[in-house]
């Protein structure tokens, strides 16, 4: 995945990813309440979402929760985790 915050660009592993948000794995996560820009590149194409962090793990990682997507990409984002919806 792909995200940008402020000037700051990078691209990390998803360490979990739910519909409401995502775990990022990274060993210098932005501050909690930033703003987060964040691009998946998923089998059913890329999924774009505004997103702000709510959660940091020091040197591993951050919590993010999606506060704005068109409904394509959440169309997208929920057919990628169809699969693991319908486990639970």
Known sequence: MAWQSGTRRAVSYLES????????ATRQPVPIRSMVKVLLDLPFGEVRARAVVRRVT?????GI???????????????ALQPMLAMQ
Do not use: K, S
Request: glycine share 10%.
């Open 65 to 79: 929760e999606f506060i704005a997507m068109t409904q394509e990409d959440r169309a997208r984002l929920t057919r």
């Open 17 to 24: 990813m739910a519909l409401g948000g995502l775990f990022v």
């Open 58 to 62: 020091p040197a591993r990682g951050m």
